[in-house]
């Protein structure tokens, strides 16, 4: 079975949900049209499914090692990465004046997908990449811009993010990593850890933004500022010169990725410290940061929805050839004919294009954000959207992975067990994405401690406003009104516990976060499921079979897959912890 892109899914949910044509061609869009979508679509679809997928196994069976203090990646990979630099994919939604493309992001979230779903390894490089150009057009000063932009955004340097240490995971307040100043620049000096793509020979050059504290700055997260610290230093005409105080030191053996270079690295080993340049403003550090971990998590919620595809396609492609046993009223046939091997990838089916409708979702409102005039009510309210869908499109989807990853495996039996099938692969490369870039719970807690409570739940009320308005309308269909009945539900359960939790004390609300992130993630996905099916069925006679497929989908996610949401609203109700029966056993008693 080979990964193929299910670009006709994708191009009806980047213009029904996401909105792609209403920003193609507004500012800061404007080289973008809607007739050149499907174009840029298909050459991405290409080198997904030529270049990467093919060696995705060879990442997993050959991963990359250190000799002689530098990493080597695996065979086929550096040319896979020139190829995907020649063609421009570094520079999607990168500012034109620097040399990007100037996309839409969600057409960039699109085009993620297919890297993510074709060989994960490999695309976690580009979109560390990516994430680190974006953090330099926001907050660099003119200079950063103009020496390493140019060279980030063609594709001939990468980028990393450097957050994680050995005494500081999610903790950032313990990061100990310090900046000593040295005339226009800093020495840098720590160890930080789990640094994916950390070092290769894929690139001219890497240009790591690492997080620490300066000199007499302020304990916690108040003190922390953000470097720029490229593996070789430009020199005068650009081009990278002399080899700065850094490197791996080892690489973490991991349970999945195997193909992704995931580093230990040190600054200042040899004892002069690694040159980095301050980005911004001193101990801001932590916010900038949150510029690169945004792009980041939304493109690992990207990363679930590719994995959750390629699991589909790849359970579909073997119960349709599996011969096992006799199907229920039939004498003979291949195991899809079993009710419950179709229950299982309807399962999947369903649970993919909901996290792809969340995630694109997210990526539209981060485009609307952009084409209005700064300040303005339509821009500020889709920021708004974009920032509460973020932990829903990382949390989620990443949780849902795992779900179809499973499935996947469970649907080839005991041939998903062995290696030859590639079923197993998957378990391991989806298991690592609800844990970096921030784990599940830590996103729930920013769902229910941040975006909900910094504006009374007013964004959270809105989006469900919405969903009932589209329940009121799908309600009308002859083929809509059972999900519509069944996701009006949710929604009103959502509501009412919404202004629950608000009442609250912090201490429950963080006992059922995990709880309420998954509640709304799986409303969400039904009530965009909902909206898709009606567009559909607008559009029923230019398609009818693909359109007839969107409204099975929904059907089945409302019936089948929207009841866990309201379990998880209960739990969230009755969310408590037998504080002493846990010391007792921690305590051994």
Same mark, same amino acid.
């Given at each position: ?232 230093? #430009? @020199?005068?005409? %650009? $081009? ?5 105080? &850094?490197? +791996? *030191? /080892? ?125 303005? #009510? @339509?821009?500020? %309210? $889709? ?5 509460? &869908?973020? +932990? *829903? /499109? ?126 709304? @993630? ?13 567009? /559909? ?53």
């Amino acid at each position: 079975m080979t990964y193929r892109a299910p670009l006709k899914e994708m191009r009806f949910m980047l213009r029904e949900l996401a909105g792609v044509d209403e920003v193609c061609g507004r500012a800061p869009f404007e080289e973008a049209s809607p007739e050149l979508v499907p174009a840029i679509l298909e050459e991405a679809a290409k080198l997904a499914e030529n270049v990467l997928a093919p060696l995705n196994g060879a990442g997993e069976a050959d991963p990359p090692k250190i000799v002689d203090g530098q990493v080597r990646e695996t065979a086929g990979f550096a040319e896979a990465y020139r190829q995907f630099a020649e063609g421009g994919w570094a520079a999607c939604s990168a500012n034109p004046r620097f040399g990007g493309m100037g996309l839409p992001h969600a057409i960039n979230s699109a085009a993620s997908e297919m890297w993510a779903a074709a060989n994960l390894s490999f695309s976690i490089c580009p979109i560390l990449s990516m994430a680190a150009i974006e953090t330099l057009e926001s907050h660099g000063d003119a200079e950063l811009q103009r020496k390493y932009l140019e060279n980030m955004v063609s594709g001939r340097w990468t980028g990393t993010m450097n957050l994680t240490e050995p005494q500081a995971g999610s903790d950032l307040a313990a990061v100990r990593t310090k900046a000593v100043p040295a005339g226009d620049h800093y020495r840098i000096f720590g160890q930080k850890i789990f640094i994916s793509w950390g070092d290769h020979e894929m690139a001219d050059n890497i240009v790591h933004l690492v997080l620490a504290r300066i000199e007499g700055a302020p304990e916690g997260v108040h003190g922390i500022s953000l470097f720029l610290v490229p593996k070789h230093v #430009p @020199g005068e005409g %650009g $081009a990278p010169g002399e080899r700065n105080d &850094l490197g +791996p *030191i /080892a690489l973490e053996k991991k349970m999945g990725i195997h193909g992704s270079a995931t580093c230990a690295m040190v600054y200042g080993e040899e004892g002069k410290g690694a040159a980095g340049w301050l980005i911004g403003e001193e101990n801001r550090g932590l916010s900038y940061m949150f510029t690169m971990m945004n792009s980041a998590r939304l493109h690992v919620g990207l990363e679930g929805v590719g994995l959750s595809e390629l699991a589909t396609q790849k359970a579909v492609a073997f119960a349709a050839e599996r011969v096992q046993g006799r199907p229920l009223g039939r004498r003979d046939g291949t195991i899809i004919q079993h009710p419950d091997v179709r229950r299982m990838i309807m399962f999947m089916k369903s649970m993919t294009e909901a996290a792809r409708a969340i995630s694109y979702t997210a990526a539209g409102a981060l485009d609307r954000s952009l084409t209005g005039d700064a300040g303005a #009510p @339509g821009a500020e %309210g $889709a920021r708004a959207r974009y920032e509460l &869908l973020i +932990p *829903i /499109a990382k949390g989620w989807n990443t949780e849902v992975a795992q779900d179809v990853a499973s499935l996947c495996m469970q649907v080839h039996g005991g041939m998903g067990y062995v290696e030859e099938t590639g079923a197993a692969q998957i378990v391991r490369d989806a298991r690592i994405m609800t844990i970096y870039e921030g784990t599940t719970a830590i996103h729930a807690n920013d769902f229910i401690g941040r975006k909900m409570q910094r504006d009374g739940g007013a964004e959270l009320s809105r989006l469900l406003l919405e969903a009932g308005e589209t329940c009121a309308h799908a309600a009308k269909s002859d083929r809509l009104a059972n999900a519509a009945g069944f996701v009006g539900e949710s929604v009103s359960q959502a509501q009412e516990l919404t202004q629950w939790l608000l009442q609250e004390s912090d201490e429950t609300r963080a006992a059922g976060a995990v709880n309420f992130l998954m509640g709304c @993630g799986t409303l969400i996905g039904a009530w965009l499921l909902l909206k898709s099916a009606l567009a /559909a069925e607008a559009a029923m006679e230019q398609d009818p079979h693909f359109h007839q497929s969107r409204i099975r989908v929904c059907n089945f996610f409302a019936a089948q897959v929207l009841p866990r949401a309201r379990a998880h609203f209960s739990a969230v109700r009755h969310a408590s912890l037998p504080d002493q029966w846990l010391d007792d056993m921690a305590l051994g008693i």
